[in-house]
Structure formats: structure tokens, C-alpha cells
């Protein structure tokens, strides 16, 4: 089956420490994003990529980064630069050509908790 | 800057009747508009979608209506169902440098009661 998966569901960290979340997608899409959402709120960008080797920030770009060496797999690093991580984290990919490219698949989240 | 809103957090229906969720923008630039559907602890998943060339789009019991001058949407669910229950969110794409972006408003939790 062809999907997005996003790993661990649930993560717990110490302040101060760097953390990595995983996404990998067998879609073959081009374009992968990352996103938050917190209470109340919806997604907020925080980076996405449109090919392989190529990242641009999004909204909320900071005390973030991520790395594209495979069109499979988007990891975000959560740094201890972050002022609030404690989040849900969500993964989406999208075919990165033509009128379908808009339409985005996410994968199930990781909600991140840091004390 | 909220570039687009939804202003109902929440919406309750009855089994049956009909569900209306609203979504307004404030970006001229935006030409492609989509309704994502939510459960809890898990990520969003496409509903439809409506290019700025329409008015309307329908695919079931859905329907998305588009008011260009307005800068409104709104998904029109008929009849209800108690598993529509979910978070609504409307989401909105510019072209040019942005394409492919997507601008998510806060949600609207629906609840269909049986």
C-alpha cells in the first residue's frame, strides 16, 4: 500500500535536546512538507521541499531543520532553539507537477512532548 | 496575519440534516481552495477541492461553493452522518512562487448527533 509514514507516534524529550522525526513516503512524490498544529489552531508551514537536495522555510521556519538526500524521506529536526515544541508534527507529500500537485497527503503525526 | 478563517470553532447537526462550514480569505492570489477532514491523533485527509475558475464542485454528499468577490467558501454536507464528526479545515494555494503551498484556516470541530 502506498502511503506516509511518520515515526514514533508519540515522543517525549528533555528541554534542551535536539530530536529527529521521521517521515518516509512511497508515493513518489516530488514535494514533501512539514507542519504543526496546536490547540486550536490549524497547520502552520514550517518547511517543505520540492525535490531532492532543495528545502525552503516556511512560516514558522525557526529552530527547525530538515534534510532531502532521498525523494522518500523528509526528517525534521526539532532543536533545542525551539521555544515551544510540544506539538503535533504532521508529514505530507504531493505530486509536485500538474493540477494534482495542490492536493497533499499526510502521513498519521507524531505528537511531540518536551518537559 | 490570518490569511484565511474559519470562525465557527465548532458546529453541532442533527443525523440527517444538513452541515454548513464556512472558510473566508483575505489573499486575492489564492486560486485553489480544498476542505481537509480530521480525527483526533491523526493527519488530515482530502475531502474536495474547487479551482477558482468554479463557483461549485460536488462529489456526493459534499459540496463546495466559492464566492470570488466574497472571498468565502463553504462545504455543504448532506445529509449528516454521526462519522462526519471530525475537525473541518479549509485550505488555500497561490500560484507563482507559492505553488504548491497550502494556507490552512484553524478548523471547525463538527459533531453530527445521531
Known amino acids: 500500500d502506498g502511503g506516509i509514514t511518520q515515526s514514533p507516534k508519540y515522543l517525549f524529550r528533555k528541554e534542551g535536546q535536539n530530536v529527529t522525526l521521521s517521515c518516509e513516503q512511497n508515493?513518489?512524490?516530488?514535494?514533501m512538507y512539514w507542519y504543526r498544529q496546536d490547540p486550536g489552531q490549524g497547520l502552520r508551514l514550517i518547511y517543505y521541499s520540492q525535490i531532492v537536495n532543495d528545502f525552503q522555510k516556511g512560516d514558522i521556519a525557526e529552530g527547525y531543520s530538515v534534510s532531502r538526500e532521498k525523494k522518500e524521506s523528509f526528517p525534521l529536526t526539532v532543536t533545542s532553539a525551539q521555544k515551544n515544541p510540544t506539538a503535533f508534527y504532521l508529514c505530507?507529500?504531493?505530486?509536485?507537477?500538474?493540477?494534482?500537485?495542490?492536493?497533499?497527503?499526510f502521513g498519521p503525526g507524531t505528537r511531540l512532548t518536551v518537559t | 496575519d490570518q490569511q484565511v478563517k474559519q470562525n465557527s470553532p465548532s458546529l453541532s447537526v442533527q443525523e440527517g440534516r444538513i452541515s454548513i462550514l464556512n472558510c473566508d480569505y483575505t489573499?486575492?492570489?489564492?486560486?485553489?481552495f480544498l476542505w481537509y477532514k480530521k480525527y483526533p491523533a491523526e493527519g488530515p485527509t482530502f475531502l474536495i477541492s474547487?479551482?477558482?475558475?468554479?463557483d461549485k464542485n460536488e462529489d456526493g454528499r459534499f459540496t463546495v461553493f466559492l464566492n470570488k468577490s466574497a472571498k468565502h467558501l463553504s462545504l455543504h454536507i448532506v445529509p449528516s452522518q454521526p462519522g462526519d464528526s471530525a475537525v473541518y479545515f479549509c485550505?488555500?494555494?497561490?500560484?507563482?512562487?507559492?505553488?504548491?503551498?497550502?494556507?490552512f484556516g484553524q478548523g471547525t470541530i463538527l459533531t453530527v448527533h445521531p
Open positions: 508515493l513518489n512524490h516530488d514535494a
Open positions: 489573499n486575492s492570489m489564492f486560486d485553489y
Open positions: 505530507a507529500s504531493s505530486p509536485e507537477t500538474g493540477f494534482m500537485s495542490y492536493e497533499q497527503y
Open positions: 474547487i479551482s477558482s475558475i468554479k
Open positions: 485550505a488555500a494555494s497561490a500560484g507563482g512562487t507559492s505553488y504548491g503551498k497550502l494556507t
